[in-house]
């Protein structure tokens, strides 16, 4: 996604299960040291000139994360948290990207990231798994990042954490449209079930789709765009008929 996807920060992965990485800075919260776990070589300047828009990602494990609101509106959820809802640290950044140039054809590497300066602690979220999102503390604020994207994954279990905690269930006809709309919690469990069980594919686009935002009991939301003609949430589930019938009533 080469914007260029703004995988462009390194972090590698620490003993708790995820990244650490090197590096020191005073204001995101950092650590001067890892963990465990090495460092990539650092990344040096390229006389390459192309212009990259960088997405706010961080890859982790393999995974990629984005900042919640950085590539989808989050259609009214929350997009920072309290402190008090992050745990233990299970990465931190090794390299920030957005200020070199890499080469034409660098590989993003665990852990790289867009905008997180090196040694930026990522951090558990209470409530979810660490493979679905990791906290940051910026400028005093609490940003979430979510995976969006897993290559080893088999199920939408393994792409997205939200068993028991889907209140509701919104439809948006477009990217900037009004929702369509919302299926509440005593509804929908069966569906998320059924979702959540439902088989990765590779990924296909329509250039027709729907936003759907599965409202969290948080406040926060997971935002993922769907193609009706293929039955694919995207980047990777095949959607099952309960949840294709679901967005059609509500559209």
Known sequence: MRRWTAHRAAVVVLAVGLGV????????????????????????QSDNSTHIDWIDFVKLDGREYHRLGSVYPTYGGEQTLRRSALGQPVARVCQELSGLRPPADYQTQDGDAAFLPAGTLLHRVDGYAPWFRVGAIVHGQVL?????????????????????????????????????????AGDIRPIVDALLAAPTVESQRSGRDVYIVFRLTDGTTVVRPYSPRHSILWPQLKTPQKFDALVAELV
């Open 144 to 184: 979430i990042y979510e995976l969006f994207s897993h290559p080893e994954a088999k199920t939408g279990a393994d792409v997205l954490d939200i068993r028991g905690r889907v209140r509701a269930i919104a439809v948006r006809p477009g990217y900037h449209g009004e929702p369509a709309g919302t299926s509440e």
């Open 21 to 44: 990485a090197c590096g020191s800075n005073t204001d995101p919260e950092t650590a001067e040291r890892p963990v465990s776990g090495d460092c990539p070589p650092p990344l040096t």
